[in-house]
């Protein structure tokens, strides 16, 4: 059973978000409907799902391996070469903490930027219906929906007042 992608193109907001009611009350799953828009537009505007943000995740996991490494470098390399001066500690927090901040900031923006093009779903091979249109003012309404349920899909966009349809 084949996975197809369903492309519907609207001139109206209104019935873009009557067309994913539509589909929601035809059984179509919402991780299935996604909007694409060339201007933004308020979150929820077309009733779609609300996507879970891990961004913050990147930064964070960065931020504790620069850390730890930045603490790694500094101790293993003040206990390979120990220079004992009057008695004090071998280990100097001063001089670490200096290494360990530049690491931790280090790391933070290195998984930052790997964040931002994971998040981003790059790259991304353009494997789903897709139209010009969309990026001149329409509004499109792509539905990923198994082979057989692609016909009764496009139907519904249609229906709803769909300019042009297609299925990919």
Do not use: W
């Not at 779609?48 to 603490?71: D, H, K, S």
């Amino acid at each position: 059973m084949a996975i197809k992608t369903v492309l519907g193109l609207f001139q109206d907001a209104n019935q873009a978000a009557d067309a994913g009611d539509a589909l929601k009350e035809s059984g179509v799953s919402e991780n299935d409907v996604d909007f694409l828009t060339d201007c933004p537009y308020p979150e929820g505007a077309f009733g779609e799902r609300e996507e879970p943000i891990r961004l913050f995740l990147f930064p964070f996991i960065g931020g504790l391996i620069g850390f730890v490494g930045g603490l790694m470098i500094t101790s293993m390399t003040q206990m390979a070469y120990p220079l004992i001066t009057g008695g004090k500690p071998i280990l100097s927090l001063p001089p670490m903490a200096v290494v360990m901040y530049e690491g931790t900031m280090l790391g933070a923006i290195l998984f930052t930027v790997i964040g931002v093009i994971f998040e981003s779903r790059l790259p991304h091979k353009m494997t789903e219906a897709y139209d010009e249109r969309v990026s001149q003012g329409y509004i499109g309404v792509l539905v990923t929906s198994n082979d057989d349920n692609s016909q009764q899909v496009n139907d519904i966009l249609s229906n709803a007042g769909a300019v042009d349809t297609k299925i990919a």
